[in-house]
C-alpha cells in the first residue's frame, strides 16, 4: 500500500481519479468505433444492423450505467464498503465484459449488446462518480474544479482511445465503399473488399481491456479515501467546528450545510423538490442535443469527407476540447452561478448542433465540420462538470451518488425514449 503523508493524499487521489477516468473516457469514442463495428457485425455475421440500429449500444450504455450507479450507492450507504473496492469491482465488471466482446461480436448484435453494453455499463457506472465522490470529500470548497480535473482525464481518453482505435484497426486509412442500398446511397459501410480491418475489430476489445485495466490499477492505488482523523486534522478540507454565524453562512437555501461530506438530504427528501426535476430536466435537454452529434459525427462525416483519418482525427481534436472544456466549466460554476453557466452552454450549444448540417454545403468544408464538432463537445461536456456541483451543493454531499445517479437514470430513460420514436 501507498504511504503518503495527508498533505499529499488530495493530491494523488486527482490523479488517481484521473487515470480511472482516462479509460472510462473510452466511451465517448463510439461515434469513432461505430463504422467499424456495424460493418464487422453486417459483413461477418450477416445481421441487418444498421447505424440506427448499432446506436442502441451506446443508449443501453447510458441506461446500464444509471442504474447500476443508483444501485451501487444504495448498497454504499446500507453497507459502508471501501470506496476503493466499489472502484475496482467495477473495473472488473468492466474489463472483462469488453473482453468478452471479442467473442460476442463474432456471433450477433444481440449478444454484443449484452457484454459491450449492458455488462460493460454496469460497471462503467459503479467506478464514474465514486472517484469524483471522494475528491469531492477532500476539496469541498472548490468541487467544481475537483470534479474538472478528474473529468479531464475522461475528456484526454477520447483523444487516446480515438487514435488507438483507428490506427490499429484502419492503419491503411480505407474508407467506407458498400451503401446500404440505392435509395440510401450515402448510408456507407465498410465492404469483404477490405477484410484485412474487418477482422481486426474483434481484437480491438482485447487491446482495450488491457489498456482499461493499466489505468485503472494504477488510478486505484494513488487514491485515498477521508477518513474521521483526516477530516479533523485537514485545515483545507474543513474549517475548525462551526460557529452559529459560520454555520449559516455554509447553509444553502435548503437549510443544508453542503460543506460537510457526511451531510445532505434523504431520498424521501429529495423527491419533494422541485429543484430536483428542473435539474434533471436540464440534463435531458444536453442529452438529446449533443447525443445525436457525438454518436453520428464520423457516419455524417462520411458523407462528404472521404478520409478516415481525418475524421478519426476530428475525434481526437475534439476529444481535446472536451478535456478542455471540463476544467473551464468546473472553473466557472465555483466562480458564476449554477444557471448562468447552463444558459451560457446552452445558447452555445443550441447554435452549433442546429448549424452542423450546413458545415456540408461551406467552402473548405472539414475545416468547418472539425470546428463544430470541437464546438460541440466543448461545451456538451460542461453539463457533466457543473451538474454533479450543482447536486452536491444543493442536497449535500452524504446521497450524492445515489441522486445524481438517479438524475441520470430518469435522463437516460428519456433519451431512450426520444431515439425510439425517432429511429
Known sequence: MLKLDNKYKKWSTLIGGILVHLSLGSLDTFGNLSPYLTSYLREMTKSSVRYSNSNWLLTTVSISMAISTVLSSLFVTRFKPSLKKIILAGCFIMNTSVALTFFTIKQSFLLTLFTYSLTAG???GICYLTPLEIAMKWFPKSKGTACAI???????GGILFNQIQTQFINPNNYSPDLPYSAEYPD???FSKKYLDLLERVPFMFLLSAGVFTA?????????FETTEDTASNDSERLNEPLSSTSESINKNSLGVCYNQPNVGLELNEIFKLKSFYVITLMLLNFGHASGLVLSYYKTFG????????YLSIIGSVSSFFNAIGRLLWGYLVDKLPFKMCYLIQLTILFVFVSTI??????????????????????????IFVITPTAVAKCFGQKNFTTIYGLMFLLNVSGLAFIFVYLF
Open 302 to 309: 462520411q458523407t462528404f469527407i472521404k478520409n478516415d483519418s
Open 357 to 382: 448540417y450546413l458545415t456540408k454545403f461551406m467552402p473548405e468544408n472539414q475545416i468547418f465540420y472539425l470546428i463544430w464538432v470541437c464546438a460541440v463537445y466543448f461545451t456538451q461536456c460542461g
Open 187 to 189: 448510408e456507407l459501410y
Open 122 to 124: 454496469c460497471g462503467f
Open 150 to 156: 478528474i473529468q479531464f482525464g475522461y475528456g484526454c
Open 215 to 223: 489505468f485503472q490499477l494504477i488510478g486505484c492505488l494513488l487514491m
